[in-house]
């Protein structure tokens, strides 16, 4: 791979991840001569190594009776980090009462909000007050319908505050998919926007609303506005009211106790409730938005997410560090293409982040502009599905030269990251940098032995944003049975991926879609990059076929205009076979309306996979465009 950028060394020496280093040196008397010792002490020693985490930041640990940094257990899953210590995730954020930009919301209605640190601890406060004044207790459950709004972010923290768990849908859920997801948590209190607004439209979906309230256990329903000059909703009148200005305590509580629910996709079942806990999610993400993105005080991020994707948390994180969110709800390509980079300036941030199929989308809108668009950006930040070396090398060649290119991949299941970047190393095209801090991640093949191939990404150790359990799961089997089924004891992730020379690594795909023609395994992350090439090519997506004990790569195209040449068959297979191998070229290629995709942009080979092999396909609540299914029900592809 070749190598795009080189971190100066002053870009070195100032970076969180050498100020932590030093931090060792003098504290824990430690001393590495590059950053894979540092990940070898991390991962070999983890109870210093997350203990460390937690004095760097100065993260409140209160320990009771019998407090052991790490209780370990024969079992991965029943490993405890921080056993009877207290914190609060809502701790470090609700010291900073300073002036500075905290939220900075823009609307695709183009209202924007500000909003400083004080202002929110205000509001924050307010909203807790009455969380509490309500009988909501340390335990209960709250959920957001709701966009992604700064008052979204505020009624997270506000349940945080409490020791309440939170949950939240995007507003673009259907009423199914919510009531799938929420129902299952039996929620005290709803908390809801009137409207949103996508691609030009206004969509109300208030009328839905006493359906899913009444189908998920009749919670209280709290309404909010979208942002306006004028916001009268009740959950502004709250921030507003005097009754709730006095100073409210933050509840310490357990460092495992529950945080927030994140969902799967439930593309083939209802979504399983995947619950994190404070303590794990506040000191992954320090560690991960801090040592491995290099975000600081005064940095301005924008992440173009949903409250319904992981990426919405993580982002929420940045305020435990005294950077600013921006927050943007809407379509990124509204009213034109250039959208995100139009927002990138117009909002000041110098950190961007986004699904890679948004990166893909603005590589295919610019390929003959000019050099250097967005000249103030530090940092990229790629996810939701592998980053490919075109696209890594467009970013570089068009949009911003001397910036860090940060191809990361973890998932809701551990809120955060396995592999990520690093601010100290150089960034390679295609590849993410390193595995992250901690996390004791290998690649293993079939047998379950390590392997220099593309194999399946394990984690051989536990590691504190592990999910402290699956709501409503006795015995742990659900848990167990997602991740502890390949390999005896050992994570298994799901995803296809190879080690680099250099240290990092290539993702392939999900292992549960990897291709397995003639019983050689492919990913289909490396057809999706080849088809690049192919400006006549807007989408598409691979999967496999099964007949006479064989599987046939079937590969779904989704053109640009409906205008693919004539001999678009041949020109693939062509490409393929030259660039990839002769088991890469397609069985079939067929034209398609739509590829199903889920709401943070994946596209849904296992449910096509699924609906082409007549499986049973239960939820379509968990994609964005669920009407795309219909074409492939039709299809027999054996004809």
Partial sequence: M????????????SSNLSAYEKFLNQSYKKQFKNYFQLWNWSVKIPRDFWKSIADFYKVPLYAKKNAKLIQKNSQFWKTNFFLNYQTNYFCLLEKNKSDDLAIHFIGENKYEEKITYQELNQRVNALSSYYRSIKIKVGDVIVGYLPNLADTVIAFLAAAKIGAVWSSCSSD????AVIDRFSQLKPKLMIVADHYFYNGKKYDYSQSLGQIQKSIGNPKILKTSYPCKKNNSELHKIYNNKKFQLSEMTEIVDFNHPLYVLFSSGTTGLPKCI?????????QHLKELSLHTDVKPKDKMLFLTTCGWMMWNWTVSNLLLGSCITLYDGSPFYPNKDRVTQLTKKSKSNMLGAGAKIYEAIQNNHRSSKKNLLPDLKCFISTGSPLSKSTFQFINRTLNKKSFIHSISGGTDIVSCFMLGVPTLPVYAGEIQGPGLGMNIDVFNEKGKPTTQTGELVCKTPFPSKPIYFWNDKNFKKYQSAYFEKFNNIWSHGDFVKKTKNGGYIIYGRSDATLNPGGVRIGTGEIYSALQNFPWIDDSLATGYLMDNDEKVILFIKSVK????????????????STLSPRHVPWKTLIVKDIPRTKSGKNSEILVKNIINNDKVQNLGALANPESVEEFRKMKIDE
């Fill in 275 to 283: 619950t994190h806990g404070h303590g794990g999610s506040l000191l």
């Fill in 562 to 577: 409906n205008k693919v040449p004539s001999n678009y068959t041949d020109l693939i297979k062509k490409h393929l076979k």
């Fill in 173 to 176: 859920f259907g009423s199914k």
């Fill in 2 to 13: 070749s190598k795009l950028f080189q971190p100066s060394q002053s870009q070195i020496k």
